[in-house]
């Protein structure tokens, strides 16, 4: 079946820096975005950043420069380097799979590590 399992998650200092890891399996992961979302405490969920199939990526303005998303297909892992990280980056953080072959979409979670910045 399918599963994704983030890992990595913690308390740090800010202006630490985390590296989140979330293995895939069950699906062919080398054709599926992968992505990484987070929802901090009364928020709603938001995208934080994103990789293609084809290695390009995207990243939400509050965390340019600052995040970098990158995947390892031999792993089936998608990672997410988490630098000078702010105390409004706490929030719980999930891996997400996509694949739109039309007409079938497919949609996969991960159950979310949580990142607490806090001195």
């Known amino acids: 079946q399918v599963q994704l399992a983030e890992s990595g998650g913690g308390l740090v200092q800010p202006g630490g820096s985390l590296r989140l890891s979330c293995r895939a399996s069950?699906?062919?992961?080398?054709?599926?975005?992968m992505s990484w979302y987070r929802q901090g405490p009364g928020k709603q969920r938001e995208s934080v950043a994103a990789?293609?199939?084809?290695?390009?990526?995207n990243y939400a303005d509050s965390v340019k420069g600052r995040f970098t998303i990158s995947r390892d297909n031999a792993k089936n892992t998608v990672f997410l380097q988490m630098n000078s990280l702010e105390p409004e980056d706490s929030a719980v953080y999930y891996c997400?799979?996509?694949?739109?072959?039309?007409?079938?979409?497919?949609?996969?979670w991960g159950q979310g590590t949580q990142v607490t910045v806090s001195s």
């Open positions: 990789i293609t199939s084809g290695g390009s990526t």
């Open positions: 069950g699906f062919t992961f080398s054709s599926y975005a």
């Open positions: 997400n799979a996509l694949k739109t072959q039309w007409p079938d979409r497919y949609n996969y």
